[in-house]
């Protein structure tokens, strides 16, 4: 079942800024993460499912219902990302008044509000002022509001923005705790690491357009890269490999030849090891005459891939080595999928081969 | 709306602007209150003799005075109090939290303009009633006696006055900043100022022209409109048989009918329903 669900959703300003004909849904129970470098739309994006914007065209369904729809709410915690409360209340009056705000019964809010002063690490600060507490401190209240209604829906625009890596690391652990409990969270962030720890699936958006959405498997898609590095037993061994990319075109699409001598330079730690390893294989001996090994880059759409250009490379001859698949950071996988929309695939393909982007 | 109402009140009692307000108002009074001892005690052989029209005189010109300048402190606590209520709000943050909630832009609206109408009522009546107060103990008269319904009437047209500048300025503030919505109030509250004087003076010369002219910026903003009828209300119907003559400016030769009174409520009704609506339908 979708919780969210849009359709060529846009949302600009006399044409200019926001976002446009965003079309993605996100299921119950999913951590959904929306990434962007600033300015991307990641804040419009929010605004607009939560019913602040109105939407230029398209069409939008929270829980099955128009954008905005007020009994939706009741549904949603919200934490903004320019957070501010009122400064004369406490943090358990702030609380209370935002339960007052959801009209939820004075007893549930009682209830509701020790659990989340633990749940936000706020548990014995409830008394102070908010005037009296640091940034960080307010950034974890209004995770509180968010939180007091038990949400089925949390939206979290730039969560841990003011907080320190402890207060991150504990935020980031809420979210675990919150997604196994079956909540739905559509995450907007900058932080890629905070992203990639808690999210099953994302949206990238860049100049107000979404550049890839999917599931981790399938953002990797195009960035997955295997390294299969060869067992060289002739000079001529290079020769064929290039011939083979001539030949055919799947060859020459995905395969990138690193000879021996650009090893250092392109492959880094990974072709280190590969060297390393070399001299230490179980049931070889180095004589000198072996010519250095050849390491092939290969752009795989699934992690399964791997195994068939192994089969095809000892089809051909080949003696085969070592074998790696790199699943891409996000940090790889975000890059990846910007540069490919600021230059176009082929550019993206050419800096590729290059090793220029991984 | 029960919830922003009572988080509006909260939050104007709260306010520092309102501490430091309540502060001056306190030195006015007790500045004003001096003043009137000070030309009280000169007069007091008079007073002993019974009534007498430099009294009278005295009398109408520092509690016409006194009123003018508590009209204007609700006014300036009115524009100051509720400049920043909307766009000032969606700027700092603190709309969102709220408006994520169950909860509809014109219940927050609402609740907003009931919470400091109640805040602005209340202290425009306890600066009013406090004006009638010290002139009544300092002078040691009892002329400035005012038949009840009367003083109703007074008070309720006093306190009117800052809810309109209230409801003008919420619905300035649902499209501009803070400091948009203050320049343009600040400029209309000032030219109904000085729109009543001119009034006066056009009564005082026998210009219709200018006297007209006086009337034009009422129908802009009755708020002075309200001062003024205020006056008239009070120095026309005291218990003892006699009018006190208006001051010159501060007072109402010439005072405005009830039409204005019904004027300046629906005015007062059509601003908040421009301000429901621009707020309704903007982004925030």
């Given amino acids: 079942m979708n919780v969210i669900w849009t359709d060529q959703l846009s949302k600009t300003y006399r044409g200019h800024g926001g976002f446009r004909q965003a079309s993605f849904a996100v299921s119950k129970g999913q951590v959904f993460g929306c990434l962007g470098p600033n300015g991307a739309g990641k804040s419009t994006l929010v605004k607009t499912l939560l019913g602040f914007l109105r939407l230029t065209s398209g069409k939008g369904l929270v829980f099955g219902r128009p954008l905005g729809d007020k009994e939706t709410r009741r549904r949603i915690g919200y934490l903004p990302e320019l957070f501010r409360y009122h400064t004369w209340l406490t943090g358990e009056e702030l609380l209370r008044l935002h339960g007052q705000l959801h009209r939820m019964p004075e007893s549930q809010i009682r209830q509701r509000i020790p659990v989340v002063l633990e749940q936000i690490g706020m548990l014995g600060q409830e008394k102070k002022k908010i005037a009296s507490y640091s940034k960080g401190m307010q950034q974890r209240i209004g995770l509180g509001c968010a939180l007091i209604n038990d949400p089925e829906l949390l939206f979290l625009d730039e969560p841990t923005s003011a907080l320190d890596p402890i207060g991150r690391r504990q935020i980031r652990d809420l979210l675990v705790h919150l997604k196994a409990q079956g909540k739905t969270i559509f995450l907007n962030s900058h932080l890629l690491s905070e992203v990639e720890a808690v999210c099953d699936a994302l949206l990238i958006l860049n100049r107000g357009r979404i550049v890839v959405q999917g599931t981790w498997e399938q953002l990797q898609i195009g960035s997955l890269v295997g390294r299969i590095r060869l067992f060289c037993r002739e000079e001529t061994e290079l020769a064929r490999l290039r011939r083979l990319q001539r030949q055919k075109p799947e060859w020459r699409e995905a395969v990138t030849i690193i000879e021996p001598s650009q090893a250092g330079h392109h492959a880094g730690n990974t072709q280190t090891e590969f060297t390393q390893n070399r001299f230490t294989l179980p049931g070889f001996t180095q004589t000198g005459n072996t010519p250095p090994g050849i390491t092939l880059r290969i752009v795989l759409r699934t992690r399964e891939e791997i195994a068939d250009w192994v089969a095809r490379l000892v089809a051909e001859g080949f003696a085969i080595e070592e074998v790696q698949v790199e699943k891409p950071s996000l940090e790889e996988l975000f890059f990846h999928w910007i540069e490919e929309k600021e230059t176009g695939p082929e550019a993206k393909q050419h800096l590729s081969r290059h090793g220029e982007v991984g | ?284």
């Fill in chain 2, 1 to 284: 709306m029960n919830v922003i109402y009572r988080l509006t009140l909260s939050e104007g009692i709260h306010r520092r602007i309102f501490h430091l307000l309540l502060l001056m108002t306190g030195g006015f009074l007790l500045f004003y209150g001096y003043g009137l001892h000070l030309v009280y005690r000169e007069r007091g052989e008079m007073i002993l003799s019974g009534i007498n029209t430099g009294m009278i005189h005295d009398m109408s010109f520092f509690f016409t005075i006194g009123l003018f300048f508590a009209s204007f402190l609700t006014g300036i606590l009115a524009i100051l109090a509720s400049v920043g209520s909307i766009q000032g709000e969606i700027e700092s943050g603190l709309m969102y939290g709220i408006l994520s909630k169950p909860i509809s832009r014109l219940e927050v609206l609402f609740g907003k303009f009931l919470g400091n109408a109640t805040l602005f009522f209340l202290y425009g009546l306890a600066l009013f009633f406090s004006i009638i107060g010290l002139n009544r103990w300092l002078s040691g008269s009892t002329l400035l006696s005012f038949e009840t319904p009367y003083l109703i009437a007074a008070a309720l047209t006093f306190t009117l006055q800052p809810i309109i500048l209230l409801a003008v300025t919420l619905a300035l503030s649902t499209r501009l900043s803070p400091m948009g919505s203050g320049v343009v109030i600040m400029i209309l509250y000032g030219l109904s100022l000085i729109g009543g004087f001119i009034e006066q003076i056009g009564i005082e010369l026998e210009n219709p022209d200018v006297e007209r002219l006086g009337i034009l910026s009422s129908l802009i903003l009755p708020v002075d409109a309200m001062y003024r009828m205020t006056v008239s209300t009070l120095s026309n119907h005291l218990t003892v048989p006699i009018t006190i003559p208006s001051a010159p400016l501060f007072g109402s030769h010439h005072p405005p009918s009830l039409a204005m009174a019904v004027y300046a409520s629906l005015y007062m009704l059509v601003f908040l329903g421009i301000a429901a609506i621009s707020f309704r339908k903007r982004d925030v």
